[in-house]
Every structure is written in C-alpha cells, then in structure tokens.
C-alpha cells in the first residue's frame, strides 16, 4: 500500500456543528500533516505529528484540534469553525520527520456554511 | 519575507516541447532540501523530484530535471516533451528546520499553473 487515503472526499458543515476528517496510511510513516489550501493558494502547514507526537503547531486556532492514536492514523476534529475555513485540507505523510519528501492524499473539500 | 518565488504565475508549452518552471529560494540554513509538486485540478499534491543542498548532480526523473544553481538559489524545475496530461499547478517547495531546530517544515511557493497546448 503506498497511498495516502483521507475521508470524507467532500464535508459540508454547519458553524455548530462537529465533525472530524481522516487520514490513514500504511507505508511505515512516522511523520504525518495537517495542510490547509485556499483557492489558489499554496498549502499551509497546520499541524506535524512525529512519531506520534505533535511536534508543530503553526498557531492554529483551537477550533481546530488533531490527534494521532496510532502510526498509521492521523485525524482532525472540528468544532465551531468559521465561513473562512472553508478550504481543502491535505494530510501528507513521510518516512522520517526531518527529510525525506512528503507524500499527500487526495484532500478533504470542506465548506462551512 | 518569502523564502520561495515563482514568478510565473501561468505558463503555456505546446505539447511535445520542453518547459522550465522557475523557483527561487532564500535560507540561511546550510542544509535545506528542494521538492516539487504538481497539483491537477482533482486537488492532490504529486511529488514530482528532490533535491538535496549538498548533493552535486541535478536530480532527474524521467521527464523532469532539476536545474539547480546553489550560488543563484535557484532550483527550476524541467520538463521535457510535454503531454496534455501535466497542465496542472506545480508548487515549488523548500524543506527547512524550524526556530528550534530540531523539526522541519516545508514551505510552498505560489505556484505555477502550467497549460499544455494541443
């Protein structure tokens, strides 16, 4: 397997509401990523896992909150978000946390209403 | 500042040409890596090639070449014989240590869209 896979594909949310997106991958990884894309934007690095543990946080708000409960899993819950977060959101993963290039899944398009 | 430049918001190649994708970088850091990605209209992010600080020859993969000038901090990026199938964005990428030192982070570029003409 040497994929990253993310589910759901599409999200549509309420500002009350809580939902929670999911990355999974099975190639080994210990170094796994929240990214966030605007239109027409580049990524923007969210949140570093390595080796199971966050080791970044780029000043996100806690409306946004990640957790990692195995090797394989990375997920990213979502509470109270805003219009502006409406984005595609990207997890990748790598072999090792400080080299090797990243491999991406497919995103999440989310839309809060 | 931004550490990664593309300066070429859009390019357009007619098929079967070659194209180079421009990228420039700002570190102070002796040891960095240099990916790129392509990025199709479906969303995923593609690796496409690395390149190391120290390594001496220019990374190629199949179509794509790296051409890196380290004096320059340039890194553009190369394809050759161009297909329908790579109009698409192409991100630019630098991997660096953070403040501490002891993680890294990649920062993207503005991208590049590249079109493809029959």
């Known amino acids: 397997d040497t994929e990253v896979t993310q589910t759901p594909k599409h999200l549509v949310m309420g500002m009350t509401n809580k939902k929670s997106l999911k990355c999974e991958q099975h190639m080994g990884h210990r170094a796994m990523y929240w990214y966030k894309q605007k239109a027409k934007k580049p990524p923007e690095l969210m949140f570093v896992?390595?080796?199971?543990?966050?080791?970044i946080n780029e000043s996100v708000p806690s409306r946004f909150s990640p957790e990692c409960p195995n090797s394989s899993l990375l997920n990213l819950h979502l509470h109270a978000l805003q219009p502006e977060d409406s984005a595609l959101y990207l997890c990748a993963s790598s072999p090792h946390p400080n080299r090797d290039e990243q491999f991406f899944g497919p995103g999440t398009r989310l839309t809060v209403l | 500042a931004q550490k990664i430049t593309q300066t070429q918001p859009g390019m357009f190649v007619q098929e079967k040409e070659a194209v180079t994708l421009d990228c420039t970088y700002d570190?102070?850091?002796?040891?960095?890596?240099l990916f790129w990605y392509k990025q199709p209209s479906s969303g995923e992010m593609i690796f496409l090639i690395y390149?190391?600080?120290?390594?001496?020859q220019n990374a190629t993969e199949g179509r794509y070449s790296l051409n890196f000038q380290k004096a320059r901090k340039s890194a553009n990026l190369v394809i050759s014989a161009s297909q329908l199938g790579d109009s698409a964005m192409y991100f630019c990428a630098m991997r660096e240590a953070n403040s501490g030192g002891s993680n890294y982070k990649l920062t993207f570029g503005k991208g590049t869209l590249l079109t493809v003409n029959p």
């Open positions: 896992y390595s080796y199971e543990k966050l080791s």
């Open positions: 570190t102070s850091d002796p040891s960095y890596g």
């Open positions: 390149q190391g600080s120290y390594d001496q």
